[in-house]
């Protein structure tokens, strides 16, 4: 058997409030994705915006938080080969599509055209989740754009003007849910960044998952001055945009980290008297853990505590 490996990008652009799929149409008249081999020296990121651009004319930046890997089995003159494909993400803005001399032509098409056009099974069910992606995406984006604008609609304002957003997948399985932005979030503008940071990335690879598979954010998006808490009138500010995130993503899995989160979700105050737990609500698990901060401030022995209950999470999480 023989490997090969190859890599492109899904291309959409929205018209009118519709979500438009790029396809490059074949010399058999069949629908294809931008994608193509990966060389050598390239890793799958390089050669997916590579074969974007030989393909479609097209340079693209990669949407942070998607990728779909898949596999299939062909033969060529008598060989088996297994391909494995990485596909990404991108958005344009227009329609400025330059097609190779390896297609005919190209169609941009929604999602229930593209559904009824493309013969493949299993291509079908990657098309329904990369459409269902781009639609939360956009939703988010919308959201943090409105959310971005309360520092101006409120004159008590005491917090940071910057917004931090998300980060991750935003159909992710699990969320972790922190406080608020720290002051390198602040600059860098991605949550739990740093010495906290590193400390939640070995938590969560304890209780099997990777970083780049959640969904991580904070109950109050703007960093508080002088790295004080939130008020309780901040945070109710701010409840009806994360509740709002939540209803986007809509994860199996929010993991609550510290007294602020736990306190949001749950209405409990004290995490040294409830961590671990696993609390199941609306149809979520809730999942309540030490702040990562609060693991380098105190003695080991709250750290140890920690590494307990995310090891616990492992076999709780759906």
């Given at each position: 058997?023989?490997?090969?490996?190859?890599?492109?990008?899904?291309?959409?652009?929205?018209?009118?409030?519709?979500?438009?799929?790029?396809?490059?149409?074949?010399?058999?008249?069949?629908?294809?994705?931008?994608?193509?081999?990966?060389?050598?020296?390239?890793?799958?990121?390089?050669?997916?915006?590579?074969?974007?651009?030989?393909?479609?004319?097209l340079?693209?930046?990669?949407?942070?938080?998607?990728?779909?890997?898949?596999?299939?089995?062909?033969?060529?003159?008598?060989?088996?080969?297994?391909k494995?494909?990485?596909?990404?993400?991108?958005?344009?803005?227009?329609?400025?599509?330059k097609?190779?001399?390896?297609?005919?032509?190209?169609?941009?098409?929604?999602?229930?055209?593209?559904?009824?056009?493309?013969?493949?099974?299993?291509?079908?069910?990657?098309?329904?989740?990369?459409?269902?992606?781009?639609?939360?995406?956009?939703?988010?984006?919308?959201?943090?754009?409105?959310?971005?604008?309360?520092?101006?609609l409120?004159?008590?304002?005491?917090?940071?003007?910057?917004?931090?957003?998300?980060?991750?997948?935003?159909?992710?399985?699990?969320?972790?849910?922190?406080?608020?932005?720290?002051?390198?979030?602040?600059?860098q503008?991605?949550?739990?960044?740093?010495?906290?940071?590193?400390?939640?990335?070995?938590?969560?690879?304890?209780?099997?998952?990777?970083?780049?598979?959640?969904?991580?954010?904070s109950?109050?998006?703007?960093?508080?001055?002088?790295?004080?808490?939130?008020?309780?009138?901040?945070?109710?500010?701010?409840?009806?945009?994360?509740?709002?995130?939540?209803?986007?993503?809509?994860?199996?899995?929010?993991?609550?980290?510290?007294?602020?989160?736990?306190?949001?979700?749950?209405?409990?105050?004290k995490?040294?008297?409830?961590?671990?737990?696993?609390?199941?609500?609306?149809?979520?698990?809730?999942?309540?853990?030490?702040?990562?901060?609060?693991?380098?401030?105190?003695?080991?022995?709250?750290?140890?505590?920690?590494?307990?209950?995310?090891?616990?999470?492992?076999?709780?999480?759906?």
């Amino acid at each position: 058997m023989r490997f090969e490996y190859s890599s492109g990008a899904f291309v959409y652009r929205k018209e009118g409030g519709k979500i438009l799929l790029l396809f490059l149409v074949r010399e058999d008249k069949r629908f294809d994705i931008p994608k193509g081999h990966i060389e050598k020296g390239e890793n799958a990121e390089q050669a997916g915006k590579r074969e974007t651009f030989e393909e479609s004319g097209l340079k693209v930046e990669f949407l942070p938080g998607f990728k779909i890997a898949y596999k299939y089995f062909f033969k060529e003159r008598g060989t088996e080969i297994l391909k494995k494909v990485s596909m990404f993400l991108a958005k344009v803005n227009g329609d400025h599509v330059k097609i190779s001399h390896e297609h005919s032509g190209y169609k941009w098409m929604e999602r229930e055209e593209a559904l009824k056009k493309i013969g493949y099974k299993n291509m079908k069910k990657i098309l329904a989740r990369v459409y269902d992606y781009i639609e939360k995406y956009e939703k988010m984006a919308e959201l943090n754009a409105e959310y971005s604008r309360l520092p101006c609609l409120n004159r008590n304002w005491d917090l940071s003007r910057t917004f931090v957003p998300g980060d991750g997948p935003v159909d992710a399985k699990t969320m972790v849910l922190g406080q608020a932005p720290g002051a390198n979030e602040d600059i860098q503008l991605k949550p739990f960044i740093g010495r906290s940071g590193k400390v939640l990335d070995r938590m969560l690879r304890l209780a099997g998952i990777k970083r780049e598979n959640v969904y991580i954010t904070s109950c109050v998006q703007f960093f508080p001055p002088k790295n004080r808490g939130p008020t309780d009138w901040e945070v109710e500010l701010c409840r009806g945009f994360l509740l709002r995130q939540i209803e986007i993503i809509n994860p199996k899995n929010i993991i609550l980290l510290g007294n602020f989160a736990c306190n949001a979700m749950l209405g409990y105050d004290k995490v040294t008297q409830n961590h671990g737990k696993v609390v199941k609500k609306e149809g979520r698990n809730f999942l309540i853990a030490f702040h990562p901060a609060m693991a380098l401030r105190s003695s080991k022995v709250v750290g140890r505590l920690m590494e307990e209950d995310f090891r616990s999470f492992k076999g709780k999480l759906e």
